[in-house]
């Protein structure tokens, strides 16, 4: 991996972690136009990455997460249904992976999903995350069980799950911003694991490479999370919708057409 592809990688996550459109998408997108090979770096890269954009929002959002120990307490309920979900049905969600048009048919149904978001949850009750109770964090934590589908995206599914509970879509972001600290960071520290547990070490410039995304990471998605919750705010998910269409379509017809495309 050069210096090169892991900044346009980073750039990647940092823009679609957090925004409904499906980071694992962008990847195979991103990977396949590089002509990158998924070696166990570049996957270990893809992951570990993903603890620069758990920065941004304890940059953006530092206030919240010395308000109370309940802040916390919800968080951790909302985490539990996915990584349960998850290690129960590891070796299916492994499989899935490996179906770069299971990833393109989601991004389309989501996509298409997206589209009446708007028009489905338009009485909101609750303006603040700090104030939804622990059943609904409870159900929001459920919704992101969807995320284990690839090309699902963590943030649609959490986003939609807290409007399904009268939140706002600002709430319902914000939210689904902090609920991606457990499960992100959780994600990487399971990778890096089994990455050592494996036999495999780091060579002095795999760990530049990992420091240079990690920056790149963090300063792109906190430009990216700025700017989601303005757009979100005024225009709701219906650009959103058509975007992930256009991105799933993009796939097929690339699969469609030969290319070797591979879920990084």
Same mark, same amino acid.
């Given at each position: 991996?050069?210096?090169?592809? +892991?900044? *346009?990688?980073?750039? &990647?996550?940092?823009?679609?972690?957090?925004?409904?459109?499906?980071?694992? =998408?962008?990847?195979? &997108?991103?990977?396949?136009?590089?002509?990158?090979? !998924?070696?166990?770096?570049?996957?270990?890269?893809?992951?570990?990455?993903?603890? =620069?954009?758990?920065?941004?929002?304890?940059?953006?959002?530092?206030?919240?997460?010395?308000? /109370?120990?309940?802040?916390?307490?919800?968080?951790?309920?909302?985490?539990? !249904?996915?990584?349960? $979900?998850?290690?129960?049905?590891?070796?299916? &969600?492994? /499989?899935?992976?490996?179906? !770069?048009?299971?990833?393109?048919?989601?991004?389309?149904?989501?996509?298409?999903?997206?589209?009446?978001?708007?028009?489905?949850?338009?009485?909101?009750?609750?303006?603040? /995350?700090?104030? *939804?109770?622990?059943?609904?964090?409870?159900?929001?934590?459920?919704?992101?069980?969807? +995320?284990?589908?690839?090309?699902?995206?963590?943030? +649609?599914?959490?986003?939609?799950?807290?409007?399904?509970?009268?939140?706002?879509?600002?709430?319902?972001?914000?939210?689904?911003?902090?609920?991606?600290? !457990?499960?992100?960071?959780?994600?990487?520290?399971?990778?890096?694991?089994?990455?050592?547990?494996?036999?495999?070490?780091?060579?002095?410039?795999?760990?530049?490479?990992?420091?240079? =995304?990690?920056?790149? =990471?963090?300063?792109?998605?906190?430009? +990216?999370?700025?700017?989601?919750?303005?757009?979100?705010?005024?225009?709701?998910?219906?650009?959103?919708?058509?975007?992930?269409?256009?991105?799933?379509?993009? *796939?097929?017809?690339? $699969? $469609?057409?030969?290319?070797?495309?591979?879920?990084?």
């Amino acid at each position: 991996m050069s210096y090169f592809e +892991a900044i *346009i990688l980073a750039i &990647i996550e940092g823009l679609t972690e957090f925004l409904p459109v499906s980071s694992t =998408g962008h990847m195979i &997108i991103g990977t396949a136009l590089m002509g990158m090979e !998924p070696s166990d770096f570049v996957k270990l890269f893809t992951i570990v990455i993903q603890l =620069g954009t758990i920065l941004s929002v304890l940059f953006l959002y530092w206030r919240r997460f010395f308000k /109370s120990l309940d802040f916390y307490y919800k968080l951790i309920v909302a985490a539990i !249904p996915a990584s349960i $979900l998850g290690l129960l049905l590891n070796d299916v &969600i492994d /499989s899935l992976l490996e179906s !770069p048009m299971m990833v393109a048919i989601m991004l389309v149904i989501g996509g298409v999903i997206l589209l009446f978001v708007d028009k489905w949850f338009n009485r909101p009750t609750t303006d603040d /995350s700090d104030d *939804i109770s622990f059943k609904q964090a409870f159900i929001i934590g459920c919704y992101q069980c969807l +995320a284990l589908i690839p090309g699902t995206s963590r943030s +649609a599914s959490t986003i939609v799950g807290g409007m399904t509970q009268k939140l706002t879509r600002k709430a319902a972001a914000e939210f689904s911003f902090f609920l991606a600290l !457990p499960m992100m960071f959780g994600a990487s520290l399971v990778k890096l694991l089994k990455f050592f547990k494996e036999g495999h070490t780091l060579t002095g410039e795999e760990i530049n490479l990992l420091i240079v =995304g990690n920056i790149v =990471g963090l300063v792109v998605a906190i430009i +990216a999370i700025k700017s989601f919750i303005s757009v979100l705010t005024k225009y709701g998910f219906k650009a959103f919708g058509w975007y992930r269409i256009v991105v799933g379509l993009v *796939i097929i017809i690339l $699969l $469609l057409s030969g290319h070797n495309l591979q879920v990084i």
